[in-house]
């Protein structure tokens, strides 16, 4: 059985963190490795790529790639229909409200695109458990870094309300014994999701955390303002203790930011490079004949793994 192994690319706008991510794909397909490549980024990078319209639904490009686009407005659906369903199951007398009003008014609330993302990829995590590789081609960095801190920031609200929620129950508890003395008391609902929400977030924490589970790879142009960006990811990223695996130099320029400036700034992680390409990488073929004659094997990346 195959052991999933998560490669998030992030990076600037504009850098070819899409570009980057397709040609990785496109290398672990051709060793024999099964591959989904999931876009989470709105602009659809992937579908002009490779020529081709992707939806949700994986689509099938050769027998062991295959490709799809998260759809965040549908997965924001989701996720509030799931939550709706959540509370009327543990507040029956809701039900007299009609609380779809509420939740179509909370898909407007800040942070709805994190959970949206979360989601998702917990549930690419669990359907797609038995292949080799999840490419995940990310947003912008803005949301990128939200995504990454959604648990630790989740897990210290949930800490709180865990704490808040045994503290009433206590108190219920000490009430009923006084009235009902040796009655069998229900269950705790509230409390039994609140850590069925936290489990959810540490699993998640351990995922982003550990090397073993994740590589996260920060593509990058030979330019001032690129070179900048990917060292507030790296800082960002080191705070909530995920680390970049290796930066990724994508040479679209012929000049730029020298190599020996690029390794300094970065070091210890590995660079890796993809040669400055003339023509646009569009299209299978044209990916295909870059990886050939400009031997893109990813090594530097790929043996880190």
């Not at 959810?200 to 073993?212: A, S």
């Not at 130099?249 to 590995?270: A, H, T, W, Y």
Request: neutral net charge; aromatic residues 10%.
């Amino acid at each position: 059985m195959a052991k999933l192994q998560t490669l998030f690319f992030l990076g600037k706008g504009g850098t070819g963190k899409s570009t980057a991510s397709a040609l990785l794909s496109l290398v672990l397909m051709e060793q024999g490795k099964k591959v989904l490549l999931a876009s989470f980024d709105d602009a659809h990078n992937q579908s002009d790529i490779f020529e081709t319209r992707f939806s949700d639904k994986a689509c099938t490009l050769e027998p062991c790639l295959e490709v799809l686009q998260i759809d965040r407005n549908k997965e924001i659906k989701r996720y509030l229909k799931k939550t709706a369903q959540n509370v009327k199951s543990s507040y029956a007398y809701l039900t007299a409200f009609n609380l779809d009003n509420y939740f179509d008014i909370l898909k407007f609330s800040p942070g709805m695109e994190e959970y949206a993302l979360v989601t998702a990829f917990m549930g690419l995590q669990t359907k797609y458990k038995n292949y080799d590789y999840l490419i995940i081609d990310m947003p912008p960095t803005a949301l990128s870094l939200r995504f990454f801190n959604l648990p630790t920031l989740s897990l210290t609200w949930i800490d709180q309300l865990e704490k808040l929620r045994l503290d009433i129950y206590e108190r219920k508890q000490i009430v009923s014994r006084i009235k009902f003395a040796g009655k069998e008391f229900e269950r705790d609902k509230v409390l039994s999701r609140i850590r069925e929400i936290k489990s959810d977030y540490l699993i998640l924490k351990d995922i982003f955390e550990d090397p073993q589970k994740s590589t996260l790879l920060a593509v990058f142009n030979r330019d001032v303002l690129s070179v900048a960006e990917t060292r507030r990811i790296i800082e960002q990223l080191n705070s909530l203790n995920i680390h970049l695996k290796g930066v990724i130099c994508n040479d679209r320029m012929e000049e730029g930011v020298n190599g020996k400036q690029i390794q300094n700034e970065f070091s210890p992680l590995p660079v890796q490079k993809i040669p400055y390409c003339a023509s646009s990488l569009i299209g299978m073929d044209a990916l295909k004949q870059h990886i050939d004659s400009c031997h893109v094997t990813f090594d530097v990346i790929l043996n880190e793994n």
